[in-house]
């Protein structure tokens, strides 16, 4: 079974500042699919950035970037120019035959 | 466009009773699941479905049932609720492998 690793349970940054959250994965497939998914206190679960396995260029989307090492096994997330609305929970995710999230990071950001 | 609704968005069970979560999506999606959201453990994938008529146990199907009858809905059955299912329920759905999950709004269930 396909396991999602977030090893970061908490993480801060300054307003305007850069961060990178964390993501590994364990799999034996080859096509696949790796998101991230914010979740503000709303509850609502709300699409990032999504990463296409056979594709070696990494995903961008505006201020949000991942840094994508297939062979590692590895999906991070850089947010760039940090906003107070980017406070959230953020969620690695990876999508074969079904759907599988890691346990999290919380992300505040500071003014 | 209400895309993928949850009913209700809240509920308190005594431990023991009974009770279904209504899941509806109208984007004539294929896939809906089913996870749990307990602190500190992201989402769990309790069950899902592929398509009209099926289903297929995720990481956490003990306690539960569910059923597709109809694609656009997905139902999630607590038979005898335990203090352990106290949760928030989300139910998603795609159009199929390899592509985004939408997401309902959750249920928070509390079960006493």
């Known amino acids: 079974a396909q396991t999602v690793t977030q090893s970061q349970p908490e993480m801060s940054v300054q307003e305007a500042e850069t961060v990178t959250l964390s993501c590994t994965y364990d799999?034996?497939?080859?096509?696949?699919?790796l998101f991230w998914y914010k979740q503000p206190p709303s509850r609502q679960m709300i699409l990032v950035i999504r990463?296409?396995?056979?594709?070696?260029q990494n995903a961008t989307e505006n201020r949000f970037s991942v840094n994508f090492q297939k062979a590692a096994k590895s999906f991070s997330l850089k947010i760039s120019d940090s906003q107070l609305g980017d406070t959230a929970m953020y969620f690695c995710a990876f999508m074969s035959y079904d759907m599988r999230f890691g346990a999290g990071t919380r992300l505040t950001v500071k003014p | 466009n209400a895309g993928v609704t949850q009913t209700p968005k809240f509920r308190v069970l005594k431990t023991g009773q009974s009770m279904t979560l209504l899941c509806a999506q109208d984007m004539n999606h294929e896939y809906m699941y089913w996870y749990r959201q307990d602190p500190g453990m992201g989402l769990r994938l309790i069950h899902y479905s592929v398509g009209e008529g099926t289903t297929a146990k995720g990481e956490v199907p003990d306690g539960y049932n569910v059923s597709r009858l109809k694609k656009q809905n997905f139902l999630l059955g607590l038979e005898s609720a335990a203090p352990s299912q106290t949760s928030v329920y989300f139910c998603?759905?795609?159009?199929?492998?390899?592509?985004?999950?939408?997401f309902g709004q959750g249920t928070r269930l509390t079960v006493v």
């Open positions: 799999t034996s497939e080859n096509n696949y699919y």
């Open positions: 990463q296409e396995a056979y594709k070696q």
């Open positions: 998603a759905s795609s159009i199929g492998h390899y592509t985004e999950a939408f």
